[in-house]
């Protein structure tokens, strides 16, 4: 079954504005964590948020986690050209497996 | 520290030929996992090794798919008389024992003609 559905489906933005992907999850979780993918690529590893943490920064990158609604969000702050991708959380409960959702696709035009 | 490292990148059989797909693990890294995605969506959990050992294949079909990881040697994820359906990516990903430090390779992408 689906664990992690990010949300929205696709976003378009220009350059310079912010970008905001959510993501909800349906069981308890050791950790959440987000990954992108450029197309035809592997996937990047961003960042990983543990159960027992709310907020965590990289860079630009802002994820929070609400453990109590089952929910995460990743901001994207100052989006570039280059931050064209998918963008994937995917959520570890038990046993280290993952268990991705579908994707948000992010366009940042220029 | 070379990464994952999966081979082919690209792999093309023909319907009811047998796919071999390696992945060898970041150095210090036990913990092998197989994914499949398919266009348009997100990866979907396959396989979870340790050397010699399946810990969790609740992902994995149950008929012609199977996976190893040898005592020396790549992680192989097989796919015999493979089906169109089978074309995907597959990537692998390595972890160490707390299961952190979770790497993904580049990829294998399965074509079946």
């Known amino acids: 079954s689906q664990q992690g559905e990010e949300d929205p489906q696709a976003l378009s933005i220009q350059e310079g504005e912010n970008a905001t992907m959510n993501c909800s999850y349906k069981t308890s979780i050791n950790n959440l964590q987000w990954y992108r993918q450029n197309s035809g690529r592997g996937l990047v590893h961003l960042i990983l948020i543990r159960s027992n943490e709310r907020e965590k920064h990289s860079g630009r990158l802002r994820v929070t986690l609400d453990t109590s609604k089952k929910s995460s969000s990743l901001l994207i702050t100052a989006s570039r050209a280059a931050d064209t991708a998918s963008y994937f959380c995917?959520?570890?409960?038990?046993?280290?497996?993952?268990?991705f959702g579908a994707g948000t696709i992010l366009r940042v035009k220029s | 520290n070379a990464g994952v490292m999966q081979n082919p990148r690209h792999l093309v059989r023909r319907r009811g030929q047998e796919a071999r797909l390696r992945c060898s693990p970041m150095?210090?890294?036990?913990?092998v996992y197989w994914y499949r995605q398919l266009p348009e969506e997100g990866l979907k959990f396959m396989v979870y090794l340790q050397k010699e050992n399946i810990i969790d294949e609740s992902g994995m079909p149950k008929e012609r798919f199977s996976a190893e990881f040898p005592k020396e040697g790549p992680s192989i994820l097989r796919i015999q008389q493979v089906v169109r359906g089978d074309s995907a990516a597959y990537f692998c990903?390595?972890?160490?024992?707390?299961?952190?430090?979770?790497?993904f390779g580049s990829g294998t992408r399965l074509t079946v003609v």
């Open positions: 995917a959520t570890s409960s038990y046993g280290n497996k993952l268990v």
């Open positions: 150095k210090g890294h036990s913990h």
């Open positions: 990903a390595s972890s160490d024992d707390e299961g952190y430090g979770y790497t």
